[in-house]
C-alpha cells in the first residue's frame, strides 16, 4: 500500500516561499509519476506539477512555470515543491499523489492512484 504524507504548508505573504514535501512508502516500481496538486474552495482540483520517478521528465502548469520547481530525493523517497514569488491566487490546499505504471508525467487527476491528506498554503497580499 503506497502511503504518501505532505508537510511544509503554511501563511506566507506574497512574494514569499514555502517548500513542501511528501515523503512515500510502500512501493517498489520505478514506473511512477508523482505530482503535486491543489484544489482552492469551489475549484476543481489542478495539477501543477509532475514528475516521472523514471525519467525525471516533468510537467508544470501555465499558472507556475517559473516559479515552482518540482524534484525528488530518491534516497529519502521525498518529492519537493519548490514555490517561489507566492501569489494569492495559489492558495489552496496543496495533496501528493502518485500514479503508478506512468512514465510521461500528466496532470490527469482522476489517473492518480494515490494521494497524501494535502496542507494549506495560505498566500495573504
Known amino acids: 500500500q503506497v502511503q504518501l504524507v505532505e508537510s511544509g504548508g503554511g501563511s506566507v505573504q506574497a512574494g514569499g516561499s514555502l517548500r513542501l514535501s511528501c515523503a512515500a512508502s510502500?512501493?517498489?516500481?520505478?514506473?511512477?509519476?508523482m505530482g503535486w496538486f491543489r484544489q482552492a474552495p469551489g475549484q476543481e482540483r489542478e495539477g501543477v506539477a509532475v514528475i516521472s520517478t523514471l525519467t525525471g521528465a516533468t510537467y508544470y502548469a501555465d499558472s507556475v512555470k517559473g516559479r515552482f520547481t518540482i524534484s525528488q530525493d530518491n534516497t529519502k523517497n521525498t518529492l519537493y515543491l519548490q514555490m517561489n514569488s507566492l501569489k494569492p491566487e495559489d492558495t489552496a490546499i496543496y495533496y501528493c499523489a502518485a500514479a503508478l505504471g506512468c512514465t510521461s508525467p500528466h496532470p490527469i487527476a482522476f489517473l492518480y492512484n494515490y494521494w497524501g491528506q494535502g496542507t494549506q498554503v495560505t498566500v495573504s497580499s
Open positions: 510502500g512501493y517498489t516500481s520505478k514506473n511512477i509519476c
